[in-house]
């Protein structure tokens, strides 16, 4: 069955401190691949998409991924983490069937100041 | 732009109270879904709506049911709530085609007693 796993449950960082959070998808040798921000009581934001071409894809809010295929990863990241940035994050990739999507569990990010 | 509008917010009820959520968008997408999040468990599909007269089930149906009202809205019904039940659900929507990004609602959160 296809997944997006997400091997960290909670990230706590440094306000100014570069950031990853990891990703592995297990479907497809062409994935289509988004990044999604959740903030406290609101619903999901898209912060990137991966459909094919370069393997760095940039994003809003200063965030960027990269694609590599050898290692099914797709992994965000941000050089310089802001205390607004404390969420979850959600991968997720598109099962191929009615734009459906699967989604890993998450990661919690807190920004210490 | 109201983008994808849930109602209610939030919902308390009794165990065997019936209830429908709300959901619809004016971005004139022809897919619509229902997912609830639970601690740890990431977004899980209910039903998901490919197009107008159409409706499918997702990875956990049951206990629920779906009307795709018209192109615009999107209604999840519990006939018969349980504990178990007990969420936070989001209506999403999106263009057909493989690789379109989702746009998610604010979520309803339900309590069931």
């Known amino acids: 069955a296809q997944s997006v796993t997400q091997p960290d449950i909670h990230i706590t960082v440094s306000e100014g401190a570069s950031l990853e959070l990891r990703c592995n998808y297990s479907y497809g040798a062409t994935p289509y691949l988004f990044w999604y921000v959740q903030s406290p009581g609101q619903g999901l934001q898209l912060l990137l998409k991966?459909?094919?071409?370069?393997?760095l894809v940039q994003g809003i809010k200063g965030f960027e991924a990269e694609f590599k295929r050898s290692q099914s990863s797709f992994n965000l990241r941000k050089p310089s983490v802001h205390w607004s940035d404390a969420a979850e994050y959600f991968c997720?990739?598109?099962?191929?069937?009615?734009?459906?999507?699967?989604f890993g569990t998450g990661t919690r990010l807190q920004v210490t100041l | 732009n109201a983008g994808v509008t849930q109602t209610p917010k939030f919902q308390v009820l009794k165990t065997g109270q019936s209830m429908t959520l709300q959901c619809a968008q004016d971005m004139n997408h022809n897919s619509m879904y229902w997912y609830r999040q639970d601690p740890g468990m990431g977004l899980r599909l209910i039903y998901y709506?490919?197009?107008?007269?159409?409706?499918d089930k997702g990875e956990v149906p049951n206990g629920y049911n779906v009307s795709r009202l018209n192109k615009r809205e999107f209604s999840l019904r519990l006939e018969s709530a349980a504990p178990s039940q007990t969420s936070v659900y989001f209506c999403?929507?999106?263009?057909?085609?493989?690789?379109?990004?989702?746009?998610f609602g604010d979520g309803t959160r339900l309590s069931i007693l």
């Open positions: 997720a990739e598109d099962t191929g069937t009615a734009s459906k999507l699967t």
């Open positions: 991966y459909f094919s071409g370069d393997t």
């Open positions: 709506s490919a197009s107008e007269g159409t409706t």
């Open positions: 999403a929507s999106t263009e057909r085609g493989s690789g379109q990004p989702q746009h």
